[in-house]
Structures are given as structure tokens and as C-alpha cells.
């Protein structure tokens, strides 16, 4: 077999992310408001071990040596989110101008070290504040972010070349609205459809705020998770053709073709309400690239009892799944970046997460940590990324999930996605074998990747 090459195009850029409430830690402290993430770690039995993000990963107070560890790993770019809440305590209003000075401070410190920084201003932490007046339920969400979108364009623009939405809406509304497993904790078969949508028109409403203040670029975050049939049977086929629509279009249609698909009105019967067809010239704006967020596939089965979608996956025995239960499935990457650009077209894309969570024995005498399966994941994913370009796709950056161990959201500090290991006693951080795998790539551009 001939050697091949998987050096990446010239200019490729190469990052990592995280986002606010799984690392900053300090999450009231110099006037921030509370938000949803804050208040549903606080109620009793939503978080595993009862963790909180009270300190996570205290990067609100120890940025600067985490930049000196993006410099050390050579990364090109960091992207991070804001949380809403610790520049508008209220949501709308009133600026808490210390909150906004961290942000501030954290884009400087990264420019210094030559390091471009990447801001979400949505990733899940809603002030409580908004969610107090009905959250993603109220239509005037959409003037709320906007109004939020234009204080951090206005303040940060000037520094910050790209810029994102919304991260992940679908895991907001399916977590946090219809199974409850999420902040804010609803369970409603009739709310979900309506977050969904709203936080649609809102990142329309982001988008043309920033074309009035910005001068860069701004996309939105979709996570895609794509669908293969358990067998050759119709009824399976039609429950992962459900499964794809509900998960991977929902929101991708709106904000790139103006309509929905039509299984979700299948999907969610008499809970599907009719929207105003004025609300699509909204949700449809023009984006300068889309962020993708890939960890696994999804093998779906028929399931007349399962809700809503009659559908539901099936673990594949005898592949590799990490420690969340996601099977290790690289060709769904090429797969989803191949699909993606054949039903919405030749957008730039950034990978803006992709990782995968494994056990990491103890830190050895000599700092080390082995983590071969993670670095197996990463070399995998890459090579399954390199194929979508070598296709045609557009692909212009990747962002390693996660720079940090965090906290996982609901799972608390029970999963490590992290390239580098975090002490949570100590917030010692230790780069794992990925870290420097990672390193490796980035310094020979893909070439370490190799046959």
C-alpha cells in the first residue's frame, strides 16, 4: 500500500476550546448575575456528586497562566464563550463593567502571546434573570441577545476577529426543555419546539447586530451527530430519517435555508405551532462560516414507545465507546462534512469541538499521563478530517475539545475531555500525551498523521 499524506492546507488553523461555566469558576463574584447554569448546580440531585461551577477550573482568576499553556501546546487559536450574565447581571440594562474588563483583559493577554481569540457569546449559561421572564419561551429573546450581542461587539470588536452565535442549540432545548437532564430543567414536549425557534430568531437578530458594530466575522455552532439505520427495514429507515431531522436540521435549516423540515411536524404533532413566515427573513442571515461540533455517531432503531421521535439508538458491540457512551466513529466526521456541503453549500467551516472523554490514570513522578486512547481518537478524527478536504469541503480550522479538564455539564467532574489533566484539588494543570500529540500536529501541520 502506498504511504499517503495528511498534511493539512497551508494556513489551517489550529485551536482548542472550552467554554465559560465548565472553567471559570467565581461565578458571582464582582457583580456577575446568576444564570441557569448556576441555579439548576444548586438544586439538589441535578449534578452528579453534587459538583458545581463554582470554581471549576478557576480560569477567572488564573487566564493568564492558561494562556501561557495554550502558548506551550502552540496553539493558533483559543475559543471560549462569555458568560451573558457576568457583563449583563440582569440580562438587559444595566453593564457590569467589571465582568466585561475580564473578557477584556483575557483577549489582550491572548493577542500578546499571539494567539487569536474566538468568542461564542451563547454557550448554554441563559442570565436568570431572562430566565425568570420565560427564557427561550419569551419572543423578546431575540431583542434580549441583541442588545447583549451589540455591548460585547462594541467593547471587544476591535480585537476579536470571529465571533459565534449560539453553541450547540439543539443540546439547549432537547436538555433543557423537553427531557430536563440540562439547565433550565423543563420537561415539555410543547416548550421545545418554541425555544428552538426563538433561539433561532435570536441568532439571526446576533447576526444582524454585529453586520451594524462589527467589522470580522460571525457564524453560528451546530453540533451534528449523523444517523445510520440499524437494518434494512422501513421502519428504521423512516426513524433515522426522523432522528437526522430532528437533530442535524432542526437548526441548520432555519439559519441557512429560511424553513424547517417537515418530519418535525411529525415529529411533534399537535405540539408543533405554526410560526410567523416573517420570522425566517430573521433566522436566515447571512453567515461568514458555520462551527461544527462532531463527537459520534448515532445507529438508530425503531422504537414505537420511544418519545418523541419513535426512534432510538443503538449501542454497536465490539467498537470502542468512551467513557460518555459515544462509540468512536471517525468516518461519521467525513460523512457529516460531506453532507453538510452538499445540502447547504460551500460555507467555511471550523470544527469547533471535537474530543472525547476517557479515564487518565494518575499523574506519574515525572508529570506524565498516558492516554492512548485519546490521542487514538484525535489521530483518527484528523485523518477522517483531512479526507472531507481532499472531497472539496471547506474546512479552515479544527478546535480540540476540551484545553482543560472541566466540569461536564450535569456529569460534573465525573468525565475528563481535557488535553491537559486539572488537579481540581490543587487547579494544577499537567499536559496528558494528547496535549503533545497535539503539540506535534500543529507544529508539523498535520504531516505527524502520516501512514
Known sequence: MTARSFRFPDGFHWGAATSAYQIEGS???????????????????????????????????????????MKSLGLHGYR???????????????????????????????????????????????PAALDDRGGWLNRDSADWFAEYAAVMFKALDDRVPRWATLNEPWVVTDGGYLHGALAPGHRNKFEAPIAAHNLMRASGAGIQAYRAHGRHEIGVVFNFEPKYPYSDRAEDAAATRRAHAYMNQQFADPALLGSYPPELKE??????????????????????????????????????????????????AGRTHTETGW??????????????????????????????????????????????????????????????????????????????????????????????????ATQQRTPKASAKFYTQVIESNGAVLDD
Not at 439548576?40 to 501561557?68: E, I, L, S, W
Not at 508529570?367 to 471547506?394: F, Q, T, W
Request: net charge negative; aromatic share 14%; proline share 5%.
Open 327 to 424: 462509540e468512536v466513529f471517525e468516518q461519521g466526521l467525513t460523512d457529516t462534512l460531506t453532507w453538510f456541503r452538499q445540502r447547504y453549500g460551500d460555507i467555511p467551516l471550523y470544527i469547533t469541538e471535537n474530543g472525547s472523554a476517557f479515564y487518565d490514570p494518575p499523574v506519574a513522578e515525572d508529570d506524565a499521563i498516558d492516554d492512548p486512547l485519546r490521542c487514538s481518537y484525535l489521530r483518527k478524527h484528523l485523518r477522517a478530517l483531512h479526507r472531507a478536504i481532499e472531497a472539496g469541503v471547506n474546512v479552515k480550522g479544527y478546535y480540540a475539545w476540551s484545553l482543560l479538564d472541566n466540569l461536564e455539564w450535569s456529569l460534573g467532574f465525573s468525565k475528563r475531555f481535557g488535553l491537559c489533566h486539572v488537579d481540581f
Open 27 to 69: 461565578p458571582l463574584a464582582d457583580g456577575a448575575g446568576a444564570s441557569i447554569w448556576q441555579r439548576f448546580a444548586h438544586t439538589p440531585g441535578m449534578m452528579v456528586n453534587g459538583d458545581t461551577g463554582d470554581v471549576a477550573c478557576d480560569h477567572y482568576r488564573r487566564y493568564k497562566d492558561d494562556v501561557q499553556l
Open 80 to 126: 471560549f464563550s462569555i458568560n451573558w450574565a457576568r457583563v449583563l447581571p440582569e440580562g438587559t440594562g444595566r453593564i457590569n463593567r467589571k465582568g466585561l474588563d475580564f473578557y477584556s483583559r483575557l483577549v489582550d493577554e491572548l493577542l500578546e502571546n499571539g494567539i487569536v481569540p474566538n468568542a461564542t457569546l451563547f454557550h448554554w449559561d441563559l
Open 267 to 316: 415529529i411533534f404533532g399537535e405540539a408543533w405551532p405554526e410560526f410567523p413566515a416573517d420570522d425566517f427573513a430573521l433566522t436566515k442571515q447571512a453567515v461568514d462560516f458555520v462551527g461544527i461540533n462532531y463527537y459520534t455517531r448515532s445507529v438508530v432503531r425503531h422504537d414505537p414507545d420511544a418519545y418523541p421521535l419513535k426512534a432510538v439508538p443503538v449501542r454497536q
